[in-house]
């Protein structure tokens, strides 16, 4: 197999560091094993993403091309896997990388992919996105929940949800196609796709030299921003050796389609969860055979993008999920409110209702015919009770004397007011007179009183 390639990366116009790394193959090792072709676009903040980056690049190269097993699928695999565990080990879980890698080998093109670094296949005149986007909205573009246009502008579009370093372990998607002579790959990091198109992709690397056009995507990402680091591999494979490999490889989720643009009968396995984001859904690639490939052009991207700090933030994809879920649940209880309409639980068959038992009628309460005895006065005489002699009141030879009343002179005593005998001498006159007969005048005597200091009234501590 004979391939060029050119690569670059560049910081872009608002970082201060550049977080992205690239890597090629070389050696003996490119001879026997293919050609491989990575870029990383690490994050974690400071240093730890240009530090993943480069961890990701040297630990996948250097695995491949030590793992001597035939499989060389498996060998890709076990090379991202090996990555993933260092990275995470280095960094304990705080910094983390995208990976997107081509193999070349014996007429195959393999790709694996984690996160959201993307490659491309530029074939007959049109471009097809291979990877598939670990991130939010690369999800709900896959899902149909919002379209392209959508995805490029979201808020959540810098919100990834698989990276290599961030989880003991970690899944890749590995994708299997044929090559053909004159077949132009492109790998590139999301500084790149964020801000330009695929068709615009397609039209630069179809226009000019490998260099030139690496040079003049990197370009146009900066002119509209530079938002983010930007790195950008082309490789074009000008004739093949061998004919295309037939071997199947098993993967979960995967189906089997006849590309159009290779000999009858050839297949490749892609898989069926696999999305052209860049597409719309009516103009993806039809699985007919012999049927040429159209795609409609993308419409001009603005000429600058919001600039977001990328962060792996798993908080972030949970929130925003749980958010969604939300509103289709609201959506649902409004249109339909019997679907979600709480009930009571009920587990297992239906229990049959009993059947309805008639009222019982209480006997009416009828009262006892006897008669009641009546109750008949005592016949004997009532007891008549003895009358007590009354005690006669003090006479007026005991009266009170002036000396038995509180003293003013003594602190803390309150004499009583001058009106006090008068008023309470008429209320008692009738009663004394009632069992002694003696005047009433002669009850009480009324001492001759004096003007109290008002300074006498007020209660004094004790000492």
Request: charged share 15%.
């Amino acid at each position: 197999m004979k391939l060029r390639h050119s690569a670059r990366t560049d910081v872009g116009r608002t970082r201060d560091h550049n977080e992205d790394n690239f890597g090629v193959g070389e050696g003996a090792g490119v001879e026997q094993y293919g050609e491989l072709l990575i870029v990383c676009d690490g994050m974690g903040g400071h240093a730890a993403g240009e530090v993943a980056s480069r961890l990701g690049i040297e630990t996948i190269l250097s695995t491949y091309y030590s793992d001597a097993s035939p499989d060389r699928v498996d060998a890709l695999r076990r090379a991202f896997e090996r990555a993933n565990a260092r990275i995470h080990a280095e960094g304990r879980g705080a910094m983390g990388t995208t990976g997107v890698a081509a193999l070349f080998y014996k007429g195959m093109l393999h790709v694996a992919n984690v996160g959201d670094s993307r490659a491309y296949l530029i074939r007959n005149d049109e471009i097809c996105q291979v990877s598939r986007d670990h991130s939010l909205v690369g999800e709900q573009v896959a899902a149909g929940v919002i379209t392209v246009d959508q995805a490029r502008s979201s808020y959540y579009r810098n919100v990834i949800t698989r990276a290599l370093g961030y989880q003991s372990e970690v899944q890749v998607d590995l994708f299997h196609l044929p090559l053909q002579a004159g077949d132009v790959v492109v790998l590139c990091s999301d500084g790149l796709h964020g801000l330009v198109g695929d068709e615009e992709i397609y039209e630069i690397v179809r226009s000019m030299p490998l260099a030139n056009a690496v040079d003049r995507l990197i370009d146009l990402a900066n002119e509209r921003g530079g938002t983010d680091n930007i790195t950008v591999i082309v490789a074009r494979v000008d004739e093949l050796d061998v004919l295309p490999a037939t071997t199947s490889y098993a993967e979960p989720e995967r189906t089997t389609v006849e590309l159009p643009a290779t000999a009858a009968g050839t297949t490749v396995e892609f898989p069926a969860t696999a999305q052209f984001l860049a597409e719309p859904a009516t103009e993806r690639i039809s699985p007919q055979p012999a049927a040429p490939l159209t795609v409609a052009s993308l419409p001009a991207l603005p000429p600058q993008r919001e600039s977001v700090p990328r962060r792996l933030n798993w908080l972030g994809a949970t929130l925003a999920t749980t958010l969604f879920a939300g509103l289709v649940a609201m959506t649902l209880f409004v249109a339909y409110p019997s679907v979600l309409a709480p009930g009571p639980a009920h587990f297992g068959p239906a229990e049959p209702i009993p059947p309805a038992v008639a009222p019982q009628v209480l006997p009416t309460y009828v009262p006892p015919t006897a008669d009641i005895p009546t109750l008949q006065p005592p016949t004997q005489n009532p007891a008549i009770i003895p009358a007590i002699p009354a005690t006669p009141l003090p006479s007026a030879t005991h009266p009170r004397t002036p000396t038995s009343l509180p003293s003013a002179t003594q602190p803390g005593m309150v004499m009583p007011s001058p009106g006090f005998a008068d008023t309470i001498a008429p209320a008692i006159a009738p009663l004394a007179t009632a069992t002694s007969g003696a005047s009433p005048t002669t009850l009480i005597a009324t001492p001759t009183r004096t003007p109290i200091p008002l300074t006498l009234l007020r209660r004094t501590p004790t000492p």
